[in-house]
């Protein structure tokens, strides 16, 4: 049986730290936490034992809200780059553990998929969606939130709509920086990796 670890007042163990002892990323924890399928039972049984062992509670920061309701904040993501998606979700966690919100983590089989996951968030009580690319510039999407009252923020978004909120950064001068800083250190034969072709960004990249 795995020994529980103590938790002392202030030393809060957050997922990273769940996701360290076993050796795998904050993601897969998350998906073991909300019980989703496509994880190993192997590993499955791993994160439940880290789990125990480390004295983790999900909720807790929800809970500590004693006299507050916690907001739900949703994350619907359909990207398959797995490595993007991690770094996207290490963000959220970590603001939503400190803001005391709770995160649902939905995927969906792209814009035509998102209907029933939509339907499962309103059904939860969701109080606003963070939609990552390609689902931040699907306009069907968009449409759908608005007409649920719920609100949303699209993440890198190449169309960014006066009336949604979205995060972005400048992709030109990004890149633009990055070869600057290149060219200063004295390289002169750099490559450049330009990505999907349809990708608005990749396009701005290229240019910078």
Same mark, same amino acid.
């Given at each position: ?28 924890? &998350?998906?073991?936490?909300? =019980? ?17 062992? $480390? ?13 507050? %309701? &916690?907001?739900?904040?949703? $994350? ?36 035509? =998929? ?9 059904? $939860? =009580? ?8 390609? $689902? &931040? %510039? ?6 759908? @939130? ?39 250190? =004295? ?14 960004? &990749?396009? @701005?990249?290229?240019?910078?």
């Amino acid at each position: 049986m795995a020994r529980k670890v103590s938790r002392r007042s202030g030393n809060i163990v957050t997922i990273h730290d769940v996701a360290r002892h076993v050796g795998v990323s904050p993601m897969t924890v &998350s998906r073991v936490i909300n =019980g989703e399928k496509n994880v190993r039972e192997e590993t499955r049984k791993k994160v439940a034992e880290a789990i125990e062992a $480390l004295n983790y509670s999900p909720n807790m920061a929800a809970r500590s809200l004693a006299s507050q %309701d &916690s907001s739900r904040i949703a $994350l619907i993501y359909s990207n398959p780059s797995m490595s993007f998606l991690s770094e996207l979700l290490l963000g959220i966690l970590h603001q939503s553990s400190q803001s005391g919100c709770q995160l649902i983590i939905e995927s969906c089989e792209g814009p035509e =998929g998102v209907a029933d996951v939509l339907d499962k968030l309103k059904s $939860l =009580g969701v109080d606003g969606v963070v939609l990552p690319p390609p $689902l &931040s %510039d699907s306009t069907r999407v968009a449409k759908a @939130l608005r007409e649920m009252g719920l609100p949303f923020v699209g993440v890198a978004t190449s169309r960014p709509s006066p009336d949604a909120a979205s995060v972005s950064i400048d992709d030109f001068k990004a890149a633009f920086a990055m070869t600057q800083r290149l060219i200063a250190l =004295g390289h002169r034969r750099i490559g450049f990796i330009k990505g999907n072709p349809n990708s608005y960004y &990749s396009q @701005l990249r290229h240019e910078g």
